[in-house]
């Protein structure tokens, strides 16, 4: 028979990755001008986060609201977190489902009239980015805006690899998987609300999917602005190797098929011409 139990010894082991939170969600910005909500997706993104954050405390424009999302990090993304709290105006840090569980929770939390993405391996051009996406908001009414992204070296950051520009959009554009950059799209949260979440069953197209039902079936109003206002580092999920570019074009005839927009693999190969006219040599 055993001796009596250890009273000192927790009946159940602590949790892993609680839940952590902070920011400074108190702010009242004016009212004068449209809310910008920036939703920050990260996981394990030390290396990158703090200069993410930097873009966007360093834009001119005052209106933001600030959301980091993170899935649990275990490499010091927490402290850059801490770092910044007075910066941010609200971050999470716990296990999700992935990057689209984690912008729907940035959405579902969103204060702002306006939703945009602004991930951790992203960055703003520069410190007008934000004045120009409000203004141009303000002055067409539009339900969006796009703009111009650069992709660049994670080495070398001066160096652009690819500069991503598309002026319009059609539903011929969207069936050979040829969809506005994610990372410049602005959108009202309330065409957010009427599209649904982003779908997590989708492992690398889910911004695609949730384009189609933005673009195609709401038929939202938009507007283009011909500048870049984004700068990502090459390397993302889906340039992950020929394993990576196979699911991600499943996924985007998926996404066509699935809302009414008849599309094949062999559609896609029309869209490498594009493709090859992005690369800067």
């Given at each position: 028979?055993?001796?009596?139990?250890?009273?000192?010894?927790?009946?159940?082991?602590?949790?892993?990755?609680?839940?952590?939170?902070?920011?400074?969600?108190?702010?009242?910005?004016?009212?004068?001008?449209?809310?910008?909500?920036?939703i920050?997706?990260?996981?394990?993104?030390?290396?990158?986060?703090?200069h993410?954050?930097?873009?966007?405390?360093?834009?001119?424009?005052?209106?933001?609201?600030?959301?980091?999302?993170?899935?649990?990090?275990?490499?010091?993304?927490?402290?850059?977190?801490?770092?910044?709290?007075?910066?941010?105006?609200?971050?999470?840090?716990?296990?999700?489902?992935?990057?689209?569980?984690?912008?729907?929770?940035?959405?579902?939390?969103?204060?702002?009239?306006?939703?945009?993405?602004?991930?951790?391996?992203?960055?703003?051009?520069?410190?007008?980015?934000?004045?120009?996406?409000a203004?141009?908001?303000?002055?067409?009414?539009?339900?969006?805006v796009?703009?111009?992204?650069d992709?660049?070296?994670?080495?070398?950051?001066?160096?652009?690899?690819?500069?991503?520009?598309?002026?319009?959009?059609?539903?011929?554009?969207?069936?050979?998987?040829?969809?506005?950059?994610?990372?410049?799209?602005?959108?009202?949260?309330?065409?957010?609300?009427?599209?649904?979440?982003?779908?997590?069953?989708?492992?690398?197209?889910?911004?695609?999917?949730?384009?189609?039902?933005?673009?195609?079936?709401?038929?939202?109003?938009?507007?283009?602005?011909?500048?870049?206002?984004?700068?990502?580092?090459?390397?993302?999920?889906?340039?992950r190797?020929?394993?990576?570019r196979?699911?991600?074009?499943?996924?985007?005839?998926?996404?066509?098929?699935?809302n009414?927009?008849?599309?094949?693999?062999?559609?896609?190969?029309?869209?490498?011409?594009?493709?090859?006219?992005?690369?800067?040599?």
């Open positions: 028979m055993s001796g009596p139990a250890d009273l000192t010894t927790p009946l159940s082991a602590p949790m892993p990755n609680p839940k952590q939170e902070g920011g400074v969600r108190h702010r009242q910005p004016p009212l004068a001008s449209p809310l910008l909500t920036v920050t997706v990260v996981f394990n993104g030390a290396a990158t986060l703090e993410t954050i930097n873009s966007v405390i360093g834009q001119s424009y005052r209106n933001i609201e600030h959301l980091v999302i993170d899935g649990g990090s275990t490499d010091g993304t927490l402290e850059i977190l801490h770092k910044y709290d007075q910066h941010i105006d609200y971050w999470v840090s716990e296990k999700d489902a992935g990057i689209y569980d984690a912008m729907n929770k940035g959405i579902a939390l969103a204060r702002g009239q306006y939703i945009g993405m602004l991930n951790a391996d992203d960055y703003f051009a520069g410190p007008a980015v934000l004045e120009k996406i203004s141009t908001l303000e002055s067409s009414h539009a339900d969006a796009f703009s111009c992204l992709i660049v070296d994670p080495a070398d950051m001066q160096r652009i690899l690819r500069k991503y520009r598309i002026s319009s959009y059609s539903a011929f554009m969207l069936r050979i998987g040829v969809m506005p950059p994610h990372p410049t799209f602005y959108c009202k949260k309330s065409c957010y609300e009427k599209a649904g979440p982003y779908r997590i069953d989708y492992r690398i197209a889910a911004d695609f999917e949730m384009m189609v039902r933005l673009l195609l079936k709401q038929c939202i109003s938009w507007e283009f602005i011909d500048q870049t206002t984004v700068k990502m580092r090459s390397g993302g999920l889906s340039s190797g020929l394993g990576s196979w699911i991600l074009n499943r996924e985007i005839v998926r996404a066509c098929n699935e009414g927009l008849y599309t094949n693999l062999f559609f896609l190969v029309l869209k490498l011409p594009i493709r090859l006219l992005e690369r800067v040599l």
